[in-house]
Nanobody, 120 residues
Framework: QVQVVESGGGLVQPGGSLRLSCAASGSIRSIYIMDWYRQAPGKQRELVADIISGGSTHYSDSVKGRFTISRDNAKNTVYLQMNSLKSEDTAVYYC??????????????WGQGTQVTVSS
């Protein structure tokens, strides 16, 4: 089993910043990829950013230049620094991790989500 826990969401004014964290724990041999997704009310879940074990990153066009994803491999933790927040960034943000259990089996695990609300 792999547990994934997000934290750091909250209410922020437009133009403000937030930093989300996501920690994975359990029977983990290795984590290959860690992603942040978001889902706004009435919309489909969308990929925001991802980072693989080598450090390569990918961002959606809507957040490029404003958000930065990073990870601490020793802590199995991924961060999402969100700057210049806009009202359209309001959503529940979910973390997903993919890797291998100690026995070599592949896993993909989701967190429970953390609410980010951008409003004045």
């Amino acid at each position: 089993q792999v547990q994934v826990v997000e934290s750091g969401g909250g209410l922020v004014q437009p133009g403000g910043s937030l930093r989300l964290s996501c920690a994975a724990s359990g029977s983990i041999r290795s984590i290959y990829i860690m992603d942040w997704y978001r889902q706004a009310p009435g919309k489909q879940r969308e990929l925001v950013a991802d980072i693989i074990s080598g450090g390569s990153t990918h961002y959606s066009d809507s957040v490029k230049g404003r958000f930065t994803i990073s990870r601490d491999n020793a802590k199995n933790t991924v961060y999402l620094q969100m700057n210049s927040l806009k009202s359209e960034d309001t959503a529940v943000y979910y973390c997903n991790t993919g890797g291998r259990y100690l026995n070599g089996t592949v896993f993909s695990s989701w967190g429970q989500g953390t609410q980010v609300t951008v409003s004045s």
